[in-house]
């Protein structure tokens, strides 16, 4: 720690390299990316390949793997530089934000090597193969299988609502190694290489139009053995880790990403105040107040990501702690898509779109559930923070500690 560079040099060198190297985002730009363009993908892999070269990429990783082995403060203090230059956001949800510390924490010496390292790079993209079609939220319930093949496991069954699966190279599967154990137990995490034989990935279209969600199908698909992360029916553990990371990344507390995260990418920028000008409302008394809403609640999500953070990190809350950023997350996206429909109007449905017109607060409308589901639903959340924070009793469960094989599927 006594050699490390400190966080005002290290923003001042960034401020300048970002100058000299990164181009700027034009000042009046088209909609946000997507996500669900392939020249979106290649792009951010430029620029953190752009980011590597100039020795910031990866601020928060260890050396070793690839990063710079910096702080939380080092990160801060980049993405507030990086404000207005051109940034591979595309790759902070789930690639930097949770594949890559899920396999930090739990892989295998070889498997941060190879994976961490070629993330920080910008040569490979991570997903994760969690949510089945029949499974819903219940994560531990999966029946996609793998059975152990003599030096191989073979891999069968189905995953969907996997985030940008179709760009990615590797991803974090859970699959069932072990039917007679109880559904938490027989479980194991595995790194699958996502365009290999076996594998159909299809995309899925939502309302809003995008494709950026697919869902896989695998047949029979040969997995190396050292393809395992953690112990073999110990996937529940490293599942749990990926969870807290997604949970931490969905809430906007993951110290992993650069740039100001993924919300430009899908909605409008919330700026309130702008669309109020837009629409000759600036002086309505009742869209004034909207505007102050909006706006205490932002301030409210910024001091309790710091709040809950400065406590996971020293230890003072337990790693479930970030559900409650990632509820409040929900919570205030919600709040926000209906404020910018209120202001917005008829223009929500009519207006201009992009640039941040009165449509693109429509467009993000239509698809508003999603901060509710991503990380795990809202009354998931409720229930973590409830049973595990606040040691309320659990869930009845009839399923628990009896064997899957035991367990009674579907409506049969």
């Known amino acids: 720690m006594g050699d490390m560079e400190d966080v005002e040099s290290f923003r001042l060198r960034a401020r300048a390299w970002l100058k000299e ?44 793997y690839g990063g710079l082995g910096l702080t939380p403060a080092h990160q801060r203090a980049f993405t507030e530089e990086s404000r207005g230059y051109e940034m591979p956001l595309l790759l902070n949800v789930p690639t930097f934000s949770i594949c890559a510390p899920t396999i930090l924490d ?20 991570l997903v994760q193969f969690l949510s089945e079609p029949r499974g819903g939220s219940d994560l531990a319930g ?25 760009a990615a ?43 950026e969600f697919c869902e896989e199908f695998f047949d ?20 749990s880790r990926q969870l807290v990371h997604e949970r931490t990344a969905v809430g906007g507390g993951s110290p992993y990403v650069s ?22 409302q600036t002086g309505d008394v009742a869209v004034r107040e909207l505007i102050g809403e909006a706006r205490m609640m932002r301030r409210v999500q910024e001091q309790l990501i710091d709040r809950v953070m400065s406590g996971l990190n020293s230890g003072q809350l337990p790693p479930p702690a970030a559900s409650i950023i990632r509820l409040f997350h ?35 409308y239509l698809s508003r559930q999603g ?18 924070i606040l040691g309320m009793p659990r869930e009845y469960a009839a399923d628990r500690d009896v064997p899957f094989n035991q367990v009674s599927q579907g409506r049969t």
């Open 142 to 166: 999966v029946i996609t299988r793998a059975t152990r093949d003599g030096d191989v496991w073979v891999l069968n069954g189905a995953k969907t609502w996997s985030t940008s699966a179709y």
């Open 106 to 125: 739990m892989g295998s010496e070889q498997q941060k090597r190879d994976r961490v390292s070629a993330a920080v790079r910008g040569d490979e993209v």
């Open 259 to 280: 740039g100001e995260g993924r919300a430009n990418l899908h909605g409008p920028e919330y700026d309130f105040a702008d669309l109020a000008r837009r629409t000759g």
């Open 21 to 64: 190297n990164m181009p700027r985002v034009p000042e009046r730009h088209g909609p946000p990316e997507s996500g669900d363009d392939d020249q979106e993908w290649l792009r951010a892999r430029e620029l953190q390949k752009m980011l590597y070269a100039g020795g910031f990429a990866g601020i928060c990783f260890p050396a070793e």
């Open 371 to 388: 901060a509710s589901l991503g990380g795990g639903s809202t009354e998931m959340s409720r229930n973590i923070i409830s049973e595990r």
């Open 169 to 211: 190279d590797y991803a974090l599967c859970l699959a069932r190694t072990d039917w007679d154990a109880p559904k938490h137990r027989g479980l194991t995490m595995f790194l699958v290489k996502v365009h290999q034989p076996g594998i159909t990935l299809r995309r899925i279209k939502m309302v809003n139009g995008s494709t």
């Open 330 to 364: 929900a919570e205030t996206d919600w709040k926000n898509a209906d404020i910018g429909v209120r202001i917005g109007g008829a223009d929500v449905a009519a207006g201009a779109f992009g640039d941040h017109g009165g449509l693109d607060y429509g467009h993000y």
């Open 220 to 239: 029979d698909v040969i997995l190396p053995a050292d393809s395992v992360v953690g112990e073999v029916n110990g996937g529940w553990a490293v599942a």
